[in-house]
């Protein structure tokens, strides 16, 4: 197989890069990873270099360049068997709600970044909290369909785009069901996101207007 090399942003903040970084684990794919530092001098030059799209997560296979969380995603469960779920009316759910979750919940990201950093209660915008609602309801129609721990039975790419929201009801005290506090448990345990939150806890970078949200 050609060489794999993830480019990521900063660790702490960056939830686009956290999904395909834990769905290439998963796959057992070997990849050496890139990190490309967020919101500084000249760090646009540098990821437009990688894709037309200018943003991180990309992909390098070989000289092939695959951007964007899910297209990684998939191209990773091309290779590898089980990363989405075996039935194909889970499978088609799992990827609508990974469709979903990158292009709904706005307000959710805005007003509640990912850092892992952060441990905060402070009052949230009720278009946050809304937001928040609406992806604890998805998550708890999908648990209380299978039995568990994951939204699926087994571990999948849902899960992974899941991850980077349940850091947020973590640092930012958002309320959530036990049902739903028990899932948030079962990802931020896993072994390949706390050595991903290691990492994220000792750099050194600081994106201040990020924070900020929650002080």
Known sequence: MNELTLYIGNKNYSSWSLRPFLVLRKAGLPFSETLIQLDVAGFKDKLLTLSEAGTVPVLRVGEEIIPDSLEISNWAALCVPNLWPKDAQDKRQALEMCQRMQSDFEALRTHAPMNLRRRTNTDLPQSCLEDAQKMTEMWETCLARHDGPFLFDDWCIADAFSTPYATRFV??????????????????????????EAEALIEPWELPDTDKVGL
């Open 171 to 196: 640092s930012y005290d958002i309320p959530r069901s036990a049902k739903v506090d028990t899932y948030i448990s079962e990802l931020m345990a896993d072994e390949d996101f706390l050595d991903w």
